[in-house]
């Protein structure tokens, strides 16, 4: 078998990776054991490359088109797949073996992963800005300019410290309260009860893009919150992907 192309966003940090939607795509790639190596593309840079290997773009909620990772190549099929849920789609029809959406849930994980974003989507804006600290000086220019047009506000908004900061925290752990009370509906360690899923890889991969990004103090008052529920998840997801090892460098 040959191996997939994972194209991801890259970083002045150690081992590169920082970027929430591409890290879905790894995990599920790693959990399958499927064969795969990294493009790592600078962010300013994305669209350039992805039009010029011919991915599809995804459409902005103004109907524009947008060119952005992950993107998969599959050369054993001749599959090229934009957008991380797509990806995990196309790798659960065409690698069924160790599923990533058990017992038929695809259709409920699609849902979930919605109501996830949807959830800590309000709540991330200091996280874009502590996201800009760790990108290239030209990638850090274009994600400013992008984020702060997509969420039509001013860059001091996803910068600013104080009350403004304090009150994105208190909306955040509020998020995590939710996603705590959804797991505690559940019987065993994954939100599936015994049985790990795309939802799991969807919930860690959100924690290590913070783990990612923000300071060691900032990271230590996430892990500190749901009797260190967080931390544990993602190491627990890491470990069941094997991408533990891999995770720290
Ligand atoms: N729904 C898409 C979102 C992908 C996305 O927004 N990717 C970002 C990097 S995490 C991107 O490529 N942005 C390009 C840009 O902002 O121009 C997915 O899940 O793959």
């Not at 509020?174 to 994954?190: E, F, I, L, P, R």
């Amino acid at each position: 078998m040959q191996p997939l192309v994972l194209y991801d966003t890259t970083s002045k940090l150690p081992g590169n990776h920082w970027s929430p939607n591409p890290a879905k795509p790894r995990f599920a790639l790693s959990y399958k054991g499927l064969p795969f190596e990294t493009v790592w593309v600078e962010y300013s840079e994305i669209a350039t490359v992805m039009k010029s290997i011919g991915a599809k773009p995804i459409k902005r909620s103004d109907g524009s088109d947008m060119y952005t990772v992950p993107v998969v190549s599959d050369p054993n099929t001749g599959a090229l797949i934009t957008d991380s849920l797509e990806i995990a789609s196309y790798l659960e029809k065409t690698y069924p073996e160790k599923p990533i959406f058990p017992n038929n849930s695809e259709a409920l994980i699609r849902a979930f992963d919605s109501a996830y974003i949807n959830l800590v989507s309000p709540a991330v804006k200091f996280l874009i800005g502590r996201s800009a600290e760790i990108l290239s000086p030209d990638s850090a220019k274009f994600y400013i300019e992008g984020r702060s047009k997509v969420f039509n506000l001013p860059w001091d908004e996803f910068t600013s410290e104080g009350p403004k900061r304090e009150a994105q925290w208190e909306l955040l752990e509020k998020a995590y309260n939710t996603v705590h009370d959804w797991y505690q509906k559940s019987n065993g360690k994954w939100i599936m009860g015994d049985t790990f899923s795309y939802a799991d890889i969807l919930v860690a991969c959100l924690m290590l893009w913070y783990k990612r990004v923000l300071k060691e103090d900032e990271w230590t008052r996430i892990s500190s919150w749901n009797g260190g529920k967080w931390a544990q998840l993602l190491t627990d997801v890491e470990k069941e992907c094997n991408l533990a090892l891999k995770a720290v460098t």
